[in-house]
């Protein structure tokens, strides 16, 4: 199957500072990013989609100016986590798909906890 | 819009004995359903997938699901299950034309007792 690296795997960070979370399709090139975030116990979340080279489109409810999402490259995205508070702490992961009714794939995940 | 309820939060089995794990999904319009497990802090792992065809889909590790169109169903089966089967089970469904976007459920936590 396809290989997806996420990074880092687990983050710890102060309160106020920004932290960034890659993505990247090793072995095949994503037009589509999907983005997921998970509360212990819960269900995943669909945060926001983006295609590469443009802006993302973000779920009812998530702030688009906290959680910056960068699609530069077929190959890698990125979310960026700013200004973190505690309530931010979360598993993130992402999902890359090669066309539009291609195979899902998953990274590893991030577990992002904020002090 | 669509919505998918897995009926049971938690379900503790013994090893060797089947297992049952329950999804109901509620669509206006046709979709694709799928089932991922998830072991503790990673990614998902797709199990199966019905997209159309027989309404009985085979995955891998065993376990098996049934397609039923009349009770939006798409309950996920194995008929002997193993201690490394333990993990978070997730059903989710995709609109058909809306490419990956994917609505999850709440999640069944599988334990496997010796």
């Known amino acids: 199957g396809a290989v997806v690296s996420q990074h880092p795997s687990r983050v710890i960070c102060k309160s106020g500072t920004s932290v960034k979370i890659e993505c990247r399709s090793l072995d095949f090139q994503a037009t589509t990013m999907f983005w997921y975030r998970q509360f212990p116990k819960k269900s995943l979340m669909l945060m926001a989609t983006s295609n590469e080279g443009s802006k993302a489109t973000y779920e009812q409810g998530v702030e688009k100016d906290k959680f910056l999402i960068n699609h530069a490259s077929l190959t890698l995205s990125t979310l960026t986590v700013t200004s973190a508070h505690p309530e931010d702490s979360s598993f993130y992961i992402c999902?890359?798909?090669?066309?539009?009714?291609?195979?899902?794939?998953f990274g590893s995940g991030t577990q992002l906890s904020v002090l | 819009a669509q919505s998918v309820t897995q009926l049971d939060s938690q379900v503790p089995v013994f090893e060797e004995a089947p297992v049952e794990l329950r999804c109901n999904y509620s669509?206006?319009?046709?979709?694709?359903l799928f089932w991922y497990v998830q072991y503790p802090n990673q990614g998902l792992q797709l199990l199966l997938k019905y997209l159309s065809g027989s309404t009985l889909v085979k995955g891998i590790n065993g376990f098996e699901a049934e397609f039923n169109k009349s009770q939006t169903s798409f309950h996920l089966r194995k008929p002997s299950v193993h201690i490394s089967d333990t993990a978070e089970y997730f059903c989710a469904v995709r609109h058909y034309n809306q490419g990956g976007k994917l609505i999850f459920g709440q999640g069944t936590e599988l334990s496997v007792k010796p």
């Open positions: 669509s206006s319009v046709s979709v694709y």
């Open positions: 999902s890359p798909q090669k066309d539009s009714n291609e195979k899902l794939f």
